[in-house]
């Protein structure tokens, strides 16, 4: 079965970092595009990364600010957070492209739990 688990959301002051981490396992990891959610309260894609990590995009409010990476070795995905705003409150899902060796207009299936990031003085 398909697991995605995310770590590393907590709370912080505004102008502040964070890096979430998400652990994969039961999937060809490196055949797949991954994303990052967030929700609050609609979802949205906030940044994608090919399977190979040569591409990557971002949400326009995030773009400059946020930073997605992955590690096909460790089958982790990490989403680097800095300059975080209050508007960046949400919990923040990892996900799965749907359908292998497609990213650009990807769907996604298979979510985590989530990890809640907070920023608030």
């Known amino acids: 079965q398909v697991q995605l688990v995310e770590s590393g959301g907590g709370l912080v002051q505004p102008g502040g970092s964070l890096t979430l981490s998400c652990r994969a396992s039961?999937?060809?990891?490196?055949?797949?595009?991954m994303g990052w959610f967030r929700q609050d309260p609609e979802r949205e894609l906030v940044a994608s990364i090919s399977a190979f990590g040569g591409s990557t995009d971002y949400e326009p409010s995030v773009k400059g600010r946020f930073t997605i990476s992955r590690d096909n070795a460790k089958k982790m995905v990490y989403l680097q957070m800095n300059d975080l705003k209050p508007e960046d409150t949400a919990v923040y899902y990892c996900?799965?492209?749907?359908?292998?060796?497609?990213?650009?207009?990807?769907?996604?299936?298979?979510w985590g739990q989530g990890t809640q990031v907070s920023v608030s003085s």
């Open positions: 039961g999937f060809s990891f490196s055949s797949y595009a």
């Open positions: 996900a799965k492209a749907r359908d292998a060796a497609t990213w650009y207009s990807a769907k996604y299936d298979d």
